[in-house]
């Protein structure tokens, strides 16, 4: 059993580094455009036989890079890694590394990618092809690896897999709910014995919000764009999943108001401190509420799928963390030595037992060690990531889950109908996807319009299977992947 590492998840340790920045707390926008202008300075000044590292610090998951990363060192003299921390939140920190890699910093050499970015790092030219370096790609989940890829060629490496659940409380109920309709009812028993809040979800205008109504659209049978690319905003289903997440806060008041303004933390915090009775979250959170020093809730939750109605069933959004080598890294081989070290077998384990975040191989899935580390047992969380449903896979993605956030946020807050919401979404995303349609040697836009770039490859490799080549065509074509 490997050693569980502590921190304080209330005020997680950030690291000493070149900047001061790393000092700042990132949370408010002012803070963070020093965050920017200090980091922006930091990222262009490597140095010689020293590594940097950037991604989150949430809870243990800083303790656990740390140890980590002084073992790659250990192993590998002359060497140095430095950890550079980014903002927990992924928008904030996807805005960081668009201004640094769009100004070709040579550092960090390693970063850690949300799922959805790698289509639009890749074509943009900010990060390396892997497949020189011949990645073991058949370990880990199909689905990540396929989420990985850019016109034919792997350009990241999954970390760890997230999936959205349902964690319920044991003292309040001997069921989790299997409709909306059953959550409804169980989350009002509660309120009316005492309990806050009935459910909390991540629903301030971020990219949190949209795995949340992702879940919600699923479990109603709904989508957010057809297999054939074309938007599927403009139906029952969507109009269902976005009334019921309003009728939560509006018409039955089982989810405080407040969500409209609360990240993954915030939910955190108020399901562990006891005041509501349903929490929608991703792994990382298990560990911590599970730890008696912090949580008023250890031992008296459980997780399960999120609810579905008869049409759908019960989905979780894929999510969770790559691993990327920077393009203008001076040391592309070593990088990538430590992008394969993150990912081997046993630190994989280890931030699973340390951080009970879920690993994206599947051959993990049959160890016993990791049955004593995950929420679920193993067998039931590959399950529940080989059912994951993914967000749409395109460059373009950050500016259609922007233009999903305003929409969504402008229902939820009831400065509009949820009809006439996704409405305006479905015609702004079918603007964006018609304006930015790439074909092979066209330009991409970056996500964040900072950069156009030519997104042909230099040498354009066949590509490898008759799955590869699906990939590779609906890819080109900006289209969302089956
Ligand atoms: C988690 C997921 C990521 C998602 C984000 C939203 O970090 O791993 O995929 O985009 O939450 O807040």
């Not at 140890?67 to 928008?91: C, K, L, M, N, S």
């Not at 991540?202 to 949190?208: H, I, K, L, N, V």
């Not at 191989?361 to 080989?386: F, K, N, T, W």
């Not at 305006?424 to 995303?429: D, F, G």
Request: aromatic share 8%; proline share 7%.
């Amino acid at each position: 059993m490997l050693r569980r590492l502590h921190s304080s998840p209330r005020s997680p340790r950030r690291e000493p580094g070149c900047c001061t920045h790393k000092r700042l707390r990132p949370r408010w926008r002012s803070r963070l455009l020093l965050l920017l202008a200090a980091t922006a300075t930091c990222a262009e000044s490597p140095r010689e036989n020293v590594l940097t590292v950037s991604g989150s610090a949430l809870g243990t998951e800083a303790e656990v890079l740390r140890t980590q990363v002084a073992r790659f060192a250990a192993q590998h003299p002359g060497w140095e890694v430095e950890i550079r921390v980014t903002p927990d939140a992924a928008d904030q920190r996807h805005q960081l590394y668009v201004q640094w890699l769009n100004a070709h910093a040579e550092s960090p050499d390693i970063l850690q990618l949300d799922v959805v970015w790698t289509p639009e790092f890749a074509a943009a030219g900010w990060i390396l092809p892997l497949d020189a370096f011949e990645p073991p790609v058949d370990s880990f989940f199909d689905a990540s690896i396929a989420a990985n890829h850019w016109n034919g060629r792997l350009y990241a490496l999954p970390w760890f897999v997230d999936v959205g659940m349902l964690y319920w409380r044991t003292d309040l109920m001997s069921d989790p709910p299997a409709t909306f309709d059953q959550l409804t009812a169980a989350a009002a028993d509660a309120q009316a014995a005492g309990v806050v809040y009935g459910i909390v979800w991540q629903g301030a205008r971020y990219e949190g919000l949209v795995t949340v109504f992702l879940e919600f659209l699923s479990g109603m049978g709904g989508r957010i764009l057809n297999e054939d690319g074309s938007v599927a905003l403009e139906s029952e289903e969507a109009r269902r999943a976005l009334t019921a997440m309003r009728d939560q806060i509006f018409r039955d008041g089982i989810a405080p108001e407040a969500v409209l303004t609360w990240q993954e933390e915030q939910t955190r915090f108020a399901f562990q401190n006891g005041r509501a009775a349903f929490l929608r979250n991703w792994p990382y959170a298990y560990a911590l509420m599970s730890d008696s020093s912090e949580s008023e809730v250890a031992g008296l939750f459980r997780v399960a799928p999120m609810p579905a109605s008869p049409a759908g069933e019960p989905s979780a959004t894929l999510g969770g963390a790559q691993l990327a080598v920077n393009a203008h890294s001076r040391n592309p081989e070593m990088a990538y030595a430590l992008v394969a070290f993150l990912t081997q077998r046993e630190q994989m384990l280890e931030r699973a037992q340390v951080v009970g975040q879920f690993p994206s191989r599947h051959a993990l899935y049959d160890s016993a060690e990791l049955a004593q580390a995950l929420a679920i047992p193993p067998a039931q969380a590959r399950a529940v990531i080989e059912r994951a449903v993914p967000r749409p896979v395109t460059p373009v993605y950050t500016e259609l889950s922007a233009i999903l956030q305003i929409h969504l946020h402008r229902a939820l807050t009831r400065q509009q109908e949820p009809d006439a919401a996704l409405g305006a979404a479905a015609r702004e995303i079918r603007a964006l996807l018609e304006r930015t349609r790439l074909t092979p040697g066209e330009p991409a836009a970056s996500a964040a319009g900072a950069a156009k770039t030519d997104v042909r490859p230099a040498e354009e490799p066949p590509p490898a299977s008759a799955a590869d080549t699906a990939l590779h065509a609906s890819r080109v074509a900006g289209e969302a992947l089956p």
